[in-house]
């Protein structure tokens, strides 16, 4: 069915174009879904510059929807830009679509990765979800888009995913405008998407019945593990265990300087640190990172800081991350542990022998890291840009 559309005045056309953090957020299932419950015909598209949006219907509505575009936009979006247009009103189709993308001159940036959202997490616990304890979970508003991007425009088959096809379930979701993972360009689940192997120190894989499960044995036993991520390999280690920390400085070649820590949440970091609200908003923003705090007088891991007055804790931020505190938490069900102290800090600190780059690559690792690590928990999920942690201190304490 179409809408006339004339030119006395009862619809208006404009073409909008929207520049920023506009791709790898959710923006076109958030387009989508506002256009059509405003009844506005036309459509939305990435291209290398940001998003184009073409909308027809009426005056009050159009203008309804570019108050909301720039006011309810999805967490991650930042708009740098809103330009509008008018165009001549012809005839349209009644629906909204989303359209493929074009490719032209990039003027657009990939939105960072973001930690796993609360969502996610209460699906990730849920003994009862068909995504329980899967590793690689991630929606719209959250998971891997930088580092897995090789182009723009932010689709699919421009990323490490294209590798992976959609199974009848994740695919359904992909096009189910009322779901969560609506156009989710990462969307998998343990059917069709990424899967985690582990590797003895020689890089050969070894038949564990559970990745995770045997990376915690083997970190309580105070092997240090190197750790495939969202934006290369961390070297870890019970942060407890200073045997395991000071081999892990000798090998590294790293003497003095202090060594990253992950615990399970921030009632856990208050433990052994200081934390104030301000600090402790940064350590669980979406961004993750390491968040240099001042050491508790009665804080105990040998080895990890020496000398210093601060420790940099750093929160989980992959499905991975969390499912290591979970497996050593006895794998409680549901999401509630995650508000509860936990026990277990892990030292995480970047892989990179010898000032040399950032490892991302299987094989790669293998290589540069023995001698190093003498165990290897890795996926089939292709790292195109590596990507560091950061480091915070917050200058506004009291």
């Known amino acids: 069915m179409l809408t006339a559309l004339t030119s006395l005045g009862i619809d208006i056309r404009r073409r909008i174009r929207v520049r920023g953090q506009v791709q790898g957020v959710g923006f076109r299932p958030f387009v989508y879904r506002l256009a059509t419950a405003l009844g506005l015909g036309g459509w939305v ?19 309804e929807f570019l108050t909301r575009l720039e006011t309810e936009a999805p967490a991650l979006a930042r708009l ?63 998971g891997p888009r930088y580092t897995i991007t090789f182009k723009l425009p932010y689709d699919r088959p421009n990323t490490s995913m294209s590798r992976f096809r959609l199974c ?86 790293r003497e003095e300087k202090p060594f990253a820590l992950m615990a399970a949440n921030t009632q856990s970091v208050v433990r052994w640190a200081d934390c104030s609200l301000d600090e402790q908003r940064v350590l669980e923003s979406s961004e993750r990172p390491i968040v240099l705090l001042r050491k508790r007088s009665d804080s105990v891991f040998p080895g990890v800081a020496p000398g210093m007055a601060s420790l940099g804790f750093m929160l989980p931020y992959t499905p991975l991350h969390y499912l290591l505190f979970h497996e050593d938490a006895a794998r409680p069900a549901g999401s509630a542990w995650l508000a509860k102290p936990q026990s277990l800090v892990l030292v995480m600190t970047s892989a990179n022998p010898g000032g040399q780059p950032l490892v991302i690559d299987n094989e790669v690792a293998f290589q540069r890291l023995s001698g190093i690590a003498d165990g290897f928990v890795i996926h089939d999920r292709d790292i195109y840009l590596r990507c560091d942690d950061s480091v915070v201190r917050w200058n506004c304490r009291a």
């Open 45 to 63: 598209r990435n291209d290398a510059a940001g998003v184009e949006i073409e909308l027809q219907g009426d005056p009050v509505q159009v203008q």
């Open 80 to 142: 740098d830009a809103v330009e509008c247009q008018p165009r001549p009103c012809k005839l349209y189709a009644s629906t909204f679509l989303i359209q493929a993308s074009r490719p032209g001159q990039v003027l657009t940036t990939v939105t960072p990765d973001a930690a796993v959202c609360p969502d996610c997490l209460v699906e990730l616990f849920n003994p009862g979800n068909r995504r329980y304890r899967y590793p690689f979970i991630n929606c719209t508003h959250c």
């Open 168 to 253: 009848g379930e994740c695919q359904g979701e992909y096009e189910e405008p009322g779901e969560r993972r609506f156009h989710a360009q990462p969307n998998a689940c343990p059917r069709c998407g990424p899967r985690l192997s582990y590797h003895d120190a020689r890089g050969c894989a070894l038949p564990v019945h559970d990745v995770v499960q045997q990376a915690v044995v083997r970190l309580k036993a105070g092997d240090i593990l190197a750790v495939k991520g969202l934006g290369g390999f961390h070297l870890v280690c019970d942060a407890h265990n200073a045997d395991a920390v000071l081999r892990l400085r000798e090998r590294k070649f």
